[in-house]
Every structure is written in structure tokens, then in C-alpha cells.
T-cell receptor
Framework: DSGVTQTPKHLITATGQRVTLRCSPR?????VYWYQQSLDQGLQFLIQYYNGEERAKGNILERFSAQQFPDLHSELNLSSLELGDSALYFCASSPRTPESSGANVLTFGAGSRLTVL | DAKTTQPPSMDCAEGRAANLPCNHS???????VYWYRQIHSQGPQYIIHGLKNNETNEMASLIITEDRKSSTLILPHATLRDTAVYYC????????????FGTGTRLKVLA
């Protein structure tokens, strides 16, 4: 158990629907990262939050949004789902703060597998 | 963050050392080199990181060239459980940032 909890583990839904993936970071970690991994592809960075604030954005689609709540858990919302959104979605956390210097080690959750039919 | 280049795949005999190379020729002075691995579809697992000096921990050793343009991850005695995709990442030491993974090296350890 890495300490990063992601729910649900598996999710099957239909095209056009909306889903929410949830991530609870490791205790004490203030930064949360979201990644998408399509079949046999690498990890695509989506977005990063620090203490409730968006800090960095990758190639996240406009249909996707995320937020980090005061208790530090984060949610990734995927709407108007398409077949191509089927993927593993990983959340990672780190103790990194905007003022940090030095190494930044990410701890990943086990992922949420989304299947869009 | 610097772009990294890794061979797409490698094989290694069980019990032998696995040496996984990574090129990061555009790395800047404030960027660490990190290695992670992903076994099947599990969440990536941190292995080791370094800035200038060579590093060793219970999982692996990291050798960084003097000019910092490349590095090698060494798994000293590879086992079948080390079969995974290994990612090399170069990322800045300061502030918050994107932390980009490349395509990695698929290591297959052969019995």
C-alpha cells in the first residue's frame, strides 16, 4: 500500500456520460498529480495541484477538469466521454511545495481503470 | 524540464546485472534525474534519483556521467520480478512543475 488511495478501481460507462475519479494523497503530502495512461502508452501528465490551487497543466482536454479540496483529496471529472478516454488514470502525491528545493519524489496510487463502451 | 531518451526495450538474464541507459543531453544544472518503474499496469514505483553524484540504495544504483548528459540505472542482480517498464525523468529541483514521463524502456528478465 503506497498510501495514495484511488477510487474506484474499475469503472465501466457509456459514451457521453460523466464520471468522477477520486484520489486521497499520502498523509502530509500537499501536492497531487494526475496522469492518464492509454493502452500500451506512456504516462501523460494531466494536471497538478498544490494545497487546493492548480499549479501546472499538461495536455488535459477541456472536457476534463479537476480540483483539490480543503482536506487535500482531489477529484478528476471526465465528461462527454468518448471511446478514446478509456485508460488507466493515476494519481500521485508528493510533499513538494512551491517554495521547495531539492528532490521531488512522487508516490503513485494503484490507478482507476476507466472503460468507455 | 529536459527531454530524456531511452531504448524502447532490453532483455537481461536472471541473476545478471541490468544496465538501463538514459540520455538527457539538455539537462540543466538544477534538474535531478529520477528513475521509476511500472510493473504491468500497477502504479509507477520510485526507484532512485540523483543530481551529480552516483547514488545507491537497496533497489539499484544510479551512475551519472560527469557532464550529466546521460545516466545508467543498474539493477545488480535482476530477477523475474524486475520485469517492468523503466522510466527516466529529468525534473527541476525548485518549485512546482509538470514532472513529465517519457516512453521508458521495457525490461524483460529472462529465466
Amino acid at each position: 500500500d503506497s498510501g495514495v488511495t484511488q477510487t474506484p478501481k474499475h469503472l465501466i460507462t457509456a459514451t457521453g456520460q460523466r464520471v468522477t475519479l477520486r484520489c486521497s494523497p499520502r498523509s502530509g503530502d500537499l501536492s497531487v498529480y494526475w496522469y492518464q495512461q492509454s493502452l500500451d502508452q506512456g504516462l501523460q501528465f494531466l494536471i497538478q495541484y498544490y494545497n487546493g490551487e492548480e499549479r501546472a497543466k499538461g495536455n488535459i482536454l477541456e472536457r476534463f477538469s479537476a480540483q483539490q479540496f480543503p482536506d487535500l483529496h482531489s477529484e478528476l471529472n471526465l465528461s462527454s466521454l468518448e471511446l478514446g478516454d478509456s485508460a488507466l488514470y493515476f494519481c500521485a502525491s508528493s510533499p513538494r511545495t512551491p517554495e521547495s528545493s531539492g528532490a521531488n519524489v512522487l508516490t503513485f496510487g494503484a490507478g482507476s481503470r476507466l472503460t468507455v463502451l | 524540464d529536459a527531454k530524456t531518451t531511452q531504448p524502447p526495450s532490453m532483455d537481461c538474464a536472471e541473476g545478471r546485472a541490468a544496465n538501463l541507459p538514459c540520455n538527457h543531453s539538455t539537462i540543466s544544472g538544477n534538474e535531478y534525474v529520477y528513475w521509476y518503474r511500472q510493473i504491468h499496469s500497477q502504479g509507477p514505483q520510485y526507484i532512485i534519483h540523483g543530481l551529480k553524484n552516483n547514488e545507491t540504495n537497496e533497489m539499484a544504483s544510479l551512475i551519472i556521467t560527469e557532464d550529466r548528459k546521460s545516466s545508467t540505472l543498474i539493477l545488480p542482480h535482476a530477477t523475474l520480478r524486475d520485469t517492468a517498464v523503466y522510466y527516466c525523468i529529468a525534473a527541476t529541483t525548485s518549485g512546482t512543475y509538470k514532472y513529465i514521463f517519457g516512453t521508458g524502456t521495457r525490461l524483460k528478465v529472462l529465466a
